[in-house]
């Protein structure tokens, strides 16, 4: 399962890569389908999580305030990867918010970049087509992660309901409480 999840985290970086590298500085004030971020947002946002979670295998990452959201998130995520590559998912790490399984940080990480690739996709209209292994095994780990007391509407809205035939990248965004059929129209 380690090997497993270290190559999740790496799809999931290159599926945010695929994404991010797309983005014009004209895509900064779209919505995304948290009615809390904007691109721009998103991008800070982003930035943070990276940060902690990187930090938590060692990685020493400092949150650049200039450049496209490219320039600002693609070394970062590549920086963390790298560091949960080189410490593996073995034991505990700490982080601001408490100890973790290293498995539960690395899982978090990839539901992270994943469904935040797919935030960007859809407010940018851009395709997003992640591997289904990657889509199930994240599906699997929010699953895990995400608790009814996260479901506070700051954290995470309540789930969407869908299909169970759904395909399990729809499944992962519904259960992170986003509408699967968002657009920025809607």
Known sequence: ???????????????????????AAADNDKQTPNAKFTVAQLTEHLQNSITLLGGAA??????????????RLLPQAQ???D?????GTAGMVTMP????????AVRILTSEL???AWDYAVSTGQDFAPSEALATSALESVRMIIQPERRDGDFF???VSVSDDSPNLVKLIAFTGRDPDWSPAS
């Open 157 to 159: 809205a309540d789930e």
């Open 114 to 116: 994943l469904v935040h």
């Open 79 to 81: 920086t963390a990867v």
């Open 97 to 104: 918010i408490g100890e973790f399984p290293a498995e539960v």
């Open 1 to 23: 399962m380690t090997t497993s999840l270290l190559e999740n985290v790496d799809e999931a970086r290159s599926a945010l890569y695929e994404v991010v590298s797309r983005l």
């Open 83 to 87: 560091a949960w590559q080189r410490r």
């Open 58 to 71: 060692g990685a020493d990452i400092e949150i650049a305030s200039e450049g496209s959201a490219a320039d």
